[in-house]
């Protein structure tokens, strides 16, 4: 009998309870049950310990990967999950998305086979019904060398900005540092400077944003916006936001270049009818908008490379708060090339399409919506192409014989609850368990 994996976690999920128990332990089978409940700080270790909903729809969603591509692929199965557990962050987070990535395609429409070992670059053959062959190559584009800078020096200073809260006695406060242009360690470092100062201004009455910098900070109370707010925990958001490196573009063309040269090279003996398709993973700030113009221009400035297809992915846990409902949207843009055309005309007159793609949890979506920055109900600022640095905890008051709300609103913010009577804190803060950032489906994530 197969254990019963299902039933200790919140599972937001509906469907059949049988299929989704199998998911979970089809995981349990190809990474050793022993080894996923061990204490390790392995992102799958971690997420695996967690029991909340969310986490409970990406251990799914990877389960059903792991589960179909077991059937289909077994030795090509157990390589990945060999380089999951032991290879480093960089090689475990590919090989997670290579599962995920071919685990997208509809066998209704197509058959998929995974490459054979030792061919970098080239990870997989979709056969369509026609028998003709879309050959894949699967790329990690995660967070580049400028983004992870970015966000270290904004989580140092949200640091200090909490630190300073501390020091002058205030009880809650959100800041929103909108910098207009790339940051760099010397404008963190006047950041840090001028934080103090302008929680000297709020304390005076003034709200901020009057300093002459490469950056508008505003600093405001969080009472306002949670009006239950306990006084026996200090609140916080801190939101930095910044735009692109001006490189960011070389580097993502030159993952199209090295991904087009690859696949090439393990292809270029083909013969029949086939393309070539590129799979890009975007990190979770990128502009999938801005990405699909990048490589519509790469496809118009290299009309000879030899790839046909460059499919871009992201995926996201979307929230409407004025429901109070998430939905995990996996995002995903076509761009094809001039080759391409002539691929989809068949003989016979008909077109060929690519096959359709298929996800167990979430919808998919051809439409990013703008990630806007607003006050007050203004229009507000399109920071679509900006990095952004988003944490906050906050401490709502709860009181007794009542059921206390703990949640994950949005990406980075936390909601806890602290409970007291009468001016008295009755008991330490509850809070949720479960990661602060979640882009569920695209890579396993936990927070530090």
């Known amino acids: 009998m197969t254990k019963d994996y299902l039933s200790t976690r919140q599972c937001p999920v509906q469907g059949a309870e049988a299929e989704l128990k199998a998911k979970l332990a089809a995981l349990a089978l190809a990474f050793e049950e022993a080894w996923l409940e061990a204490e390790g700080t392995h992102p799958l270790q971690v997420l695996w310990r967690r029991q909340d909903g969310l986490a409970c729809i990406e251990l799914l969603n990877f389960g059903d990967a792991v589960e179909r ?14 380089a999951i557990k032991t290879g480093d962050a960089g090689q475990s987070t590919g090989a997670v998305f290579e599962i995920l990535a071919l685990n997208l395609f509809s066998r209704q429409f197509c058959r998929v086979t995974p490459a054979p070992e030792g061919m970098p670059g080239f990870d997989g053959t979709l ?14 584009h995660g967070q580049s060398r400028p ?5 270290k020096e904004s989580a140092a200073f949200d640091a200090e900005f909490k630190a300073q809260l501390a020091a002058q006695g205030f009880n809650d406060a959100e800041i929103n540092v909108l910098a207009h242009a790339p940051m760099n360690a010397a404008a963190f470092g006047t950041l840090k400077t001028d934080i103090g100062n302008c929680l000297k201004d709020l304390k005076a009455g003034k709200m901020g944003g009057e300093l002459d910098r490469p950056f508008t900070i505003q600093i405001k109370g969080m009472a306002p916006q949670y009006p239950s707010l306990s006084a026996f925990g200090v609140s916080s958001c801190c939101r930095v936001m910044a735009p692109i490196a001006p490189n960011e573009q070389a580097n993502f063309n030159d993952a199209i270049r090295k991904g087009c040269e690859n696949l090439y090279k393990h292809t ?27 490589a519509d221009w790469y496809f118009r400035e290299y009309p000879e490379e030899p790839v046909d297809i460059i499919l871009l992915y992201q995926c996201a846990v979307t929230t409407n708060a004025g429901t109070d409902t998430s939905v995990l949207t996996h995002y995903v843009s076509v761009v094809t090339g001039s080759r391409f055309q002539s691929w989809q005309k068949k003989e016979d007159g008909s077109t060929r399409r690519l096959p359709t793609m298929s996800v167990l949890v979430g919808v998919i979506s051809g439409d990013q919506p703008k990630l806007l920055l607003t006050s007050n109900g203004s229009t507000g600022v399109d920071i679509s192409n900006y990095y952004m640095y988003q944490r906050a905890d906050v401490y709502l008051r709860a009181e007794p014989d009542t059921v206390a709300k703990l949640s994950n609103p949005a990406a ?28 569920l489906g695209s890579r396993l994530t936990t927070s530090s």
């Open 127 to 140: 056969v369509l019904r026609d028998e003709s062959r879309v050959f894949v190559s699967i790329k990690n």
């Open 147 to 151: 983004e992870q800078d970015f966000l």
């Open 69 to 82: 591509l077991h059937k289909e692929s077994p030795s090509w199965l157990a390589g990945q999950v060999h």
């Open 268 to 294: 270029k003996n083909e013969t029949g009818d086939f393309c070539r398709m590129i799979i890009l993973r975007l990190s979770n700030t990128a502009s999938i908008a801005k990405c699909h113009v990048w």
């Open 412 to 439: 980075g913010i936390l909601i806890h609850a602290i409970f007291e009577k009468d001016g008295v804190q009755m008991m330490p803060p509850l809070s949720p368990k479960f990661g602060r950032d979640k882009i």
